[in-house]
């Protein structure tokens, strides 16, 4: 194995919807992974504000915009001897597949590390991919790719109403949509056609489960799915529009294998090295699957599935391009075990998108296959019920959870399970305490039962706070109360008690969180970790949270419109500092796309809400010397 000595990293430049810090996240851990090999890093990136244009990180940092004539003018300049395409998403992809195309590589003798471009081409091109796939006998949804608009239509015509349209080397679903009829494939095809020279109408499943696996694979054809999650809202809505569960929650054992065998599968028959995502529909009354698309990079699902388990995807994925094999690499949790393992999870993640759709005019509140978030958040707990609950406290538009919500009502709460908005959740809440029965929410809004009757498990909890309102709570209720994600805050709204007689009351009776820690085995072997998060739902801590002069700095949470990454960047040098004047830097925050809940960035990484109850509960368990607010935004 010949390592290379000078490698071109190309960034994600400018952070859009559908290409955010994930990148930052991913490019920074690529940087990190060559760096420990003795590796000459140069990176293409413009953006400021993100962790891997710091000085500490890359050798040679060009402040450049990531596309094939400036590439190529830094390899003309740089001579670098290989260059990494799949740590800066769609745009760094894309730029690679057109240095290759126009020969710039070829001329300056630049080997692509990992997975090589026409692969890339045949996960990109949508109709190549299908061939690919069928080459093995692996289920593609029924479609065409065609480049005019009669085309599109006669493809439509021959497949059946509904479709839907799908752009190649596309970002965050760019363009496209669900198709009824005629008049609406002409609108959105026609738009379409304007972004890219390629679009693909591809049959609709309407109300299949959405289902992903994360993929590692060597050179040596070994191969381990690092995390399965599952949409909870069904197929026709973007992935990055969707509350995610990892692992997955409603699928059988057999469907569970059977999805994880074909992905392993795909993964070697295209020729993949590296990290990649693969995305099925899955029918919900039958084992019949469709294939819809493999991503040969790091994305954002990778993000959430590094961070759900602990795996350092990106890191893992870096030293894999380089020729390594996933039995030489160590975890990194374990410190005993090689990366060549699945994780097992004993807790539940959640991922909710955050929006910010009402501070534009005239935008359409509507979600489907094009993206519209703007970041993302990830809730850790024991159960389904506590992480959904954290999740949409974590989101900060408000909401307390899933009830105590008193500003949230929809006037036709059936058209909004239907024709869903960002606060669809809420709309279940709201027909559940209606009286409209879970059956009736399933066939409005494909949302799996299993997920609805715990949503209904909430709201039976709530109805319990009317029965016993302004009087204490009895132990056992409080205890199920907090086991289920009720904050103090949430628990005195629907009780109308007051949010600091229910703490008192709560800290006499002995209920405090547990600290447990996410050792991606289920402690099958004794973990090293300081990944750490806080429930209510256990008796006992994993580890002591003491820590010699800790410092308690407060993350920046959810992305959002006017706070984004800078303020990662903030926090991330402010645990360096800390660090090299002898403190023990504890970071709290939880967003899966950020470098600062990277669990090598600080002594501690305490991934759980940033409120008034999570920050007493640190304080109160790890005694800091100090707390920092003013890096999180």
């Known amino acids: 194995m010949t390592k290379p000595t000078k490698v071109l990293i190309l960034g994600s430049a400018a952070l859009k919807i559908g290409e955010a810090g994930e990148f930052d996240y991913s490019g920074s851990q690529a940087i990190k992974a060559l760096k420990q090999e003795g590796i000459r890093t140069i990176l293409i990136n413009p953006n400021i504000a993100t962790i891997q244009t710091s000085e500490h990180l890359a050798d040679e940092i060009y402040f450049l915009p990531v596309n094939a004539y400036f590439v190529e003018q830094v390899i003309a300049k740089e001579k670098p001897d290989s260059i990494l395409l799949g740590f800066g998403g769609q745009t760094a992809l894309n730029t690679g597949v057109a240095l290759f195309k126009n020969g710039a590589l070829e001329k300056y003798g630049v080997t692509v590390l990992g997975t090589q471009v026409p692969t890339i081409i045949d996960t990109e091109d949508r109709d190549l991919f299908n061939k690919r796939l069928l080459e093995i006998n692996v289920a593609v949804c029924r479609s065409r790719a065609v480049e005019t608009l009669d085309k599109a239509i006669a493809a439509a015509d021959k497949i059946g109403y509904p479709v839907i349209i799908r752009i190649a080397y596309a ?93 392993i599968r795909v993964i070697r028959h295209l020729g993949i090295v590296g990290e990649c995502n693969i995305q099925y529909a899955l029918n919900p009354r039958s084992e019949e699957y469709r294939v819809i698309e493999v991503n040969a990079r790091l994305s954002r699902s990778s993000a959430l599935a590094s961070k759900a388990t602990g795996y350092p995807l990106a890191f893992v994925a870096a030293k894999l391009t380089l020729g390594y094999g996933l039995n030489e690499l160590p ?84 058209k909004e399970l239907k024709e869903p908005t960002e606060e669809r959740v809420f709309a279940v809440v709201q027909a559940l305490k209606e009286g409209i029965s879970v059956d009736t929410i399933h066939s409005l809004s494909h949302i799996d039962k299993f997920f609805l009757e715990k949503i209904k498990h909430v709201v039976d909890i709530e109805r319990e706070f ?168």
């Open 171 to 263: 970002l965050g679903g760019l363009g496209s949509g669900v198709c009824r009829n005629k008049k609406q494939l002409i609108a959105i095809a026609t738009k379409a056609l304007s972004h890219a020279p390629q679009i693909l109408v591809e049959e609709y499943l309407e109300g299949w489960k959405e289902i992903e696996y994360e993929v590692v694979r060597d050179r040596y054809d070994n191969c381990v799915t690092v995390c399965n999650m599952e949409n909870v809202d069904p197929m026709g809505i973007h992935t990055g529009e969707s509350i995610v569960v990892a692992p997955s929650q409603t699928l059988t054992n057999r469907e569970y294998h059977k999805l994880r065998e074909i992905a």
């Open 331 to 414: 975890n990194t949790i374990t410190k005993t075990t090689s990366a060549f393992f699945e994780p097992a999870l004993d807790y539940v993640v959640v991922k909710i998108p955050r929006w910010d759709l009402r501070k534009f005019r005239l935008v359409s509140r509507r979600i489907g296959s094009s993206m519209k978030s703007v970041g993302e958040v990830m809730a850790i707990g024991r159960t389904f019920e506590e992480a959904l609950q954290k999740g949409l406290r974590m989101l900060d538009i408000g909401a307390n959870g899933l009830v105590g919500n008193s500003d949230i009502s929809f006037p036709h709460v059936e």
């Open 466 to 633: 009317a029965a016993v309102r302004k009087t204490p709570l009895s132990e056992s209720t409080l205890r199920e109360a907090k086991r289920f994600g009720f904050s103090d805050k949430q628990i005195a709204l629907c009780t109308g008690a007051d949010e600091v007689d229910i703490r008192k009351r709560r800290h006499k009776l002995g209920i405090y969180p547990s600290i447990r820690q996410i050792d991606t085995l289920a402690a099958e072997f004794p973990a090293k970790t300081n990944y750490l998060y806080l429930t209510y739902a256990t008796q006992h801590n994993d580890i002591s949270i003491t820590a010699e002069k800790p410092v308690l700095i407060l993350g920046s949470g959810v992305y959002r419109i006017g706070s984004s990454v800078e303020f990662d960047w903030c926090c991330v040098n402010a645990g360096m500092m800390l660090r090299s004047l002898g403190y023990s830097a504890v970071m709290l925050n939880y967003n899966p796309e950020t470098v600062s809940t990277d669990y090598d960035e600080f002594d501690k990484l305490i991934f759980d809400e940033i409120s008034l109850e999570t920050v007493l509960e640190i304080v109160h368990a790890m005694q800091p010397q100090g707390v920092i607010v003013s890096m999180g935004g």
